[in-house]
């Protein structure tokens, strides 16, 4: 009985907690993603290659920098609470806070030295772009480590106002500003710097009022730093999975084929934004739980916040992945609705899918302490990505580079997932969460057909698509009686948290459990 209760407390702070994140984390890649579109139909299509390469140097200096300090710090800090050792909480925001700074500004300098080179090995005419970029490095940087402070206090509202809302708000509305007074490109990239040291200064003044960073201090650096630099090359080496092809395409093509490639690259990310919502919570109740030798509760909580956001993904992922042209089209317009375009955004999605499916497994192996085999695991799929860029990027462009992240993003996932299993028995595969998957993806292939055969796809149709895969999904858990009594008690946790009456949909649910 007091399993069943921790469980259906963490679920429930988990459900929270995601929530939040998730509504942060929509207005993030929503606003995010409005900003390329409005920068890709304000440039050229070489100048938004310009961007795209400047902004992946940005986060990769910006990871670099973090020294895995923004998730180390988010897991020790919800670690001693547990053991309510408050020194060294303090200790922790003191060392990470001090590292990242010192580590940031030598980047920032690297980078901005460098970026004539940089300019020149992936044929850039405007190096001053990626100088501009440069001097973002520590004001990224201090939101980042900010933000994981609060996450180790179970706080996630704090990175939602700042990071989510807030620095993207300034994004849009600084941009549209230069666009609007009819300013150059150059310019257009001074107003998305100058939006990050905005939105860091106001979050540092938030952050010295909020936190308890006064009193005794154990000291924590070398141990922080101990378990944080394995997750500083896991993380480094996660940005060059994700972000390689973009490199490797500037290096190999064009600045414009680069722009071509980022209108399907950030498209196929959002499919994973619920996943993304989740961990950023998972991570801190899930330490907790450990920390309490509560291993029978971690699975469960992994199975069925597994299932929930694989519910949540999977309509989304299958409008992406079965009009993929329809969606470039609707988006970017039709110059960016190529073929090879889509078929790239296709097979970019399925990697997400898989990524999805399989459900939090490298939060899961943070938590549990497996950081080198984090390591491991990123490092194959890294060396797996360069490979596959180097040989198929010249032979098949864009297509190639989708292909060669979809097997490493592939490959990764497969490791993790295993390694947990083995370590923990921790997996998402139950009777109720495979069951709908089977049954959905035959009924969704049905409608495909119909509707492919006898109408041309609009925009309103994609909507409407959407919210029927959603139907057809709920259908099909109603048809396979594949809910959990955990299921019901989240349901009526969104209900108390929302004040929505989903007394109907419980009565419905009663009956097929």
């Known amino acids: 009985m007091k399993s069943e209760m921790t469980v259906n407390e ?50 990769f200096f910006v990871i670099a920098s973090c020294l895995g300090l923004h998730v180390g710090a988010t897991r020790y800090i919800a670690y001693y609470r547990g053991k309510e050792d408050y020194g060294k909480v303090r200790g922790i925001i003191f060392s990470a ?26 044929h850039l005419e405007r190096n001053a772009v990626l100088k501009i970029f440069a001097v973002a490095v520590p004001f990224a940087v ?32 600084f941009i549209v500003s230069v666009i609007i007074l009819g300013y150059s490109f150059v310019e257009l990239v001074y107003a998305y710097v100058l939006s990050i040291v905005v939105a860091s200064l106001i979050f540092t003044v938030y952050t010295v009022k909020k936190l308890p960073v006064r009193g005794y201090r154990k000291p924590v650096s070398k141990e922080l730093l101990l378990f944080s630099l394995p997750l500083f090359v896991t993380n480094v080496i996660g940005m060059i999975i994700l972000q390689m092809d973009t490199l490797m395409l500037g290096y190999f093509e064009t600045t414009a084929i680069v722009g071509l490639y980022n209108t399907a690259h950030p498209l196929a990310q959002l499919i994973q934004v619920f996943l993304l919502s989740l961990v950023f919570i998972y991570i801190p109740i899930t330490s907790q739980l450990y920390s309490r030798g509560l ?51 296709r097979i970019l999605a399925i990697g997400m899918f898989i990524h999805v499916f399989l459900g939090p497994n490298a939060a899961t192996l943070i938590v549990i302490g497996r950081t080198k ?69 035959v009924l969704v292939s049905i409608v495909y057909v119909l509707v492919t055969w006898s109408h041309a796809i609009t925009f309103w149709m994609l909507i409407a698509l959407c919210f029927l895969f959603f139907l057809i999904y709920g259908l099909s858990m109603l048809i396979t009686k594949s809910f959990d009594d955990e299921d019901m008690m ?16 419980k009565g419905i649910l009663k009956r097929f459990m």
């Open 10 to 59: 963490s679920l429930k702070k988990a459900l929270k907690g995601t929530a939040v994140a998730f509504a942060g984390m929509l207005i993030y890649m929503f606003l995010e993603f409005i900003i390329r579109v409005i920068i890709a139909r304000n440039a050229t299509r070489s100048e938004y290659g310009v961007f795209s390469i400047g902004s992946v140097l940005l986060n």
């Open 97 to 122: 806070a001090q590292l990242s700074f010192i580590a940031s500004l030598i980047c920032f300098l690297i980078f901005f030295f460098s970026s004539d080179l940089l300019a020149s090995l992936f």
């Open 142 to 173: 201090i939101i980042e480590i900010l933000a994981s402070f609060f996450r180790g206090f179970d706080r996630v509202q704090e990175k939602v106002y700042f990071r989510d809302v807030l620095m993207n708000i300034l994004k849009l509305l």
């Open 295 to 345: 291993i029978d509760e971690m699975r469960r909580n992994y199975k069925i916040l597994t299932k929930w956001i694989f519910s949540i993904t999977f309509p989304f992922f299958l409008i992406i992945f079965l009009f993929p042209g329809a969606v470039l089209n609707f988006l970017f317009g039709p110059s960016y609705a190529q073929a090879d375009t889509a078929l790239a955004l």
């Open 373 to 441: 085999l984090n390591l491991i695991d990123n490092m194959i799929g890294a060396i797996t990505n360069v490979l596959l860029n180097v040989f198929l990027i010249p032979m098949i462009g864009i297509v190639g580079a989708a292909i060669a992240s979809a097997i490493s993003l592939t490959v990764i996932n497969v490791l993790k997932s295993a390694q947990i299993f083995h370590s923990h028995k921790i997996h998402p595969f139950t009777a109720n969460y495979l069951k709908p998957v089977v049954t959905s993806t």
């Open 490 to 505: 989240m349901l009526l946790e969104l209900e108390r948290m929302t004040g929505i009456d989903a007394s109907w949909i």
